[in-house]
């Protein structure tokens, strides 16, 4: 279908000043031009359509007024709000700001707003989700389902256009955006080995979350390509430094003979194993090995710094935040899984791998 550019001229302005709340009718007279072009010059998905002249002179106009959209009348008119809702399990993680700052890129380009929720509890989650719904949201991202999560069972029933980022639905009904766990593993795992360590323990994340799960099978998949046998595996309760800290002062008291690697689900599980094994007077990398997972911000600053997994969070949440647009669109036919590679960042607190290997 060929497009056409708007080549209309504006005509006198109207210097009169309008008496109520600004209205897209008093921008068209403001500019001196049909109402049909102030609403396509002021639609970021058709302004292209809009001459340079007639934009600029809209622009100036809607300016000088103090021009403010109506999304309430927009919405009565076109059935959505072009508001999409994203949950959060802890906006305090770094992980996700990164993630949101995809996602708000993504729906900026599109005029889009983006409201978001922090759900630390999971019996907030459908509360908030029924809120969302009651703001008339066209869609949500979602970063806090957990494995087997009725909150999918009711966003499915209700109908709602829903993403999962960071997080994969089991079951399929959801589409989702992710990052591959078991390749982060294999990762980790391969370089602690060409490293000269073979016994490798882990420090898993919350089994209750797909992340945790994938992560502790990616590990454990690792160590049978390797022929190794895990030296330890704790689940942490929560993706937290205090959290690491237990699991590895646990994973410490269960052998005489410390590990030469651990694995970690997160950084700031990473950070807790610091704590750990400082006081249990072990140095790392020395004693033992360290490796991260995220790459979060900082951890580079740390000493000693940390080796870890990076993950590419802000295309995370773009992709998610595309992955509901062509879905709101109708130009997504079924569920689908975008998995994005990961990377190993190597620092110090892995040792230097034996120059014989790095050369092999």
Same mark, same amino acid.
């Given at each position: 279908?060929?497009?056409?550019?708007?080549?209309?001229?504006?005509?006198?302005?109207?210097?009169?000043?309008?008496?109520?709340?600004?209205?897209?009718?008093?921008?068209?007279?403001?500019?001196?031009?049909?109402?049909?072009?102030?609403?396509?010059?002021?639609?970021?998905?058709?302004?292209?359509?809009? &001459?340079?002249?007639?934009?600029?002179?809209?622009?100036?106009?809607?300016?000088?007024?103090?021009?403010?959209?109506?999304?309430? +009348? &927009? @919405?009565?008119?076109?059935?959505?709000?072009?508001?999409?809702?994203?949950?959060?399990?802890?906006?305090?993680?770094?992980?996700?700001?990164?993630?949101?700052?995809?996602?708000? +890129?993504?729906?900026? @380009?599109?005029?889009?707003?983006?409201?978001?929720?922090?759900?630390?509890?999971?019996?907030?989650?459908?509360?908030?989700?029924?809120?969302?719904?009651?703001?008339?949201?066209?869609?949500?991202?979602?970063?806090? +389902?957990?494995?087997?999560?009725?909150?999918?069972?009711?966003?499915?029933?209700?109908?709602?256009?829903?993403?999962?980022?960071?997080?994969?639905?089991?079951?399929?009904?959801?589409?989702?955006?992710?990052?591959?766990?078991?390749?982060?593993?294999?990762? +980790?795992?391969?370089?602690?080995?060409?490293?000269?360590?073979?016994?490798?323990?882990?420090?898993?994340?919350?089994? &209750?979350?797909?992340?945790?799960?994938?992560?502790?099978?990616?590990?454990?998949?690792?160590?049978?390509?390797?022929?190794?046998?895990?030296?330890?595996?704790?689940?942490?309760?929560?993706?937290?430094?205090?959290?690491?800290?237990?699991?590895?002062?646990?994973?410490?008291?269960?052998?005489?003979?410390?590990?030469? @690697?651990?694995?970690?689900?997160?950084?700031?599980?990473?950070?807790?194993?610091?704590?750990?094994?400082?006081?249990?007077?072990?140095?790392?990398?020395?004693?033992?090995?360290?490796?991260?997972?995220?790459?979060?911000?900082?951890?580079?600053?740390?000493?000693?710094?940390?080796?870890?997994?990076?993950?590419?969070?802000?295309?995370?949440?773009?992709? @998610?935040?595309?992955?509901?647009?062509?879905?709101?669109?109708?130009?997504?036919?079924?569920?689908?899984?975008?998995?994005?590679?990961?990377?190993?960042?190597?620092?110090?607190?892995?040792?230097?791998?034996?120059?014989?290997?790095?050369?092999?």
């Amino acid at each position: 279908m060929k497009t056409f550019k708007v080549t209309e001229t504006p005509r006198s302005p109207s210097t009169t000043e309008p008496a109520g709340p600004v209205t897209i009718r008093d921008v068209a007279r403001a500019a001196g031009v049909h109402l049909s072009t102030v609403s396509r010059a002021l639609d970021p998905r058709r302004r292209a359509a809009v &001459s340079a002249e007639v934009l600029e002179a809209v622009e100036q106009a809607a300016r000088r007024l103090g021009y403010r959209p109506n999304r309430a +009348a &927009s @919405a009565l008119r076109t059935g959505r709000t072009h508001t999409i809702g994203v949950l959060v399990p802890d906006i305090t993680n770094p992980v996700f700001p990164p993630i949101l700052q995809g996602i708000e +890129a993504c729906a900026a @380009a599109r005029g889009w707003f983006v409201m978001v929720a922090n759900v630390a509890a999971s019996a907030l989650a459908r509360p908030t989700v029924e809120r969302m719904l009651a703001q008339q949201v066209d869609g949500i991202v979602l970063a806090i +389902a957990s494995r087997e999560d009725p909150l999918v069972d009711f966003i499915v029933g209700a109908g709602l256009h829903a993403v999962m980022v960071n997080r994969a639905d089991e079951s399929g009904r959801l589409p989702s955006v992710v990052s591959d766990d078991r390749l982060a593993m294999k990762l +980790a795992v391969d370089h602690v080995v060409r490293t000269g360590c073979e016994r490798i323990a882990h420090l898993a994340g919350p089994q &209750s979350l797909p992340t945790g799960l994938g992560r502790l099978q990616g590990f454990e998949q690792a160590l049978r390509d390797r022929g190794l046998r895990s030296a330890g595996v704790v689940a942490c309760e929560s993706y937290s430094r205090e959290a690491g800290r237990l699991a590895m002062t646990q994973l410490l008291a269960q052998s005489a003979k410390p590990p030469e @690697a651990v694995v970690c689900s997160n950084d700031l599980v990473a950070l807790g194993a610091y704590d750990a094994l400082q006081a249990a007077g072990l140095r790392v990398p020395t004693d033992v090995a360290v490796t991260g997972h995220n790459d979060m911000p900082l951890v580079d600053m740390v000493n000693p710094s940390l080796t870890t997994i990076r993950l590419p969070h802000r295309e995370l949440g773009w992709r @998610a935040a595309q992955l509901l647009f062509d879905g709101l669109d109708g130009r997504q036919m079924s569920p689908a899984t975008v998995v994005l590679r990961p990377e190993l960042v190597v620092r110090n607190s892995t040792r230097p791998v034996p120059p014989t290997d790095s050369l092999a």
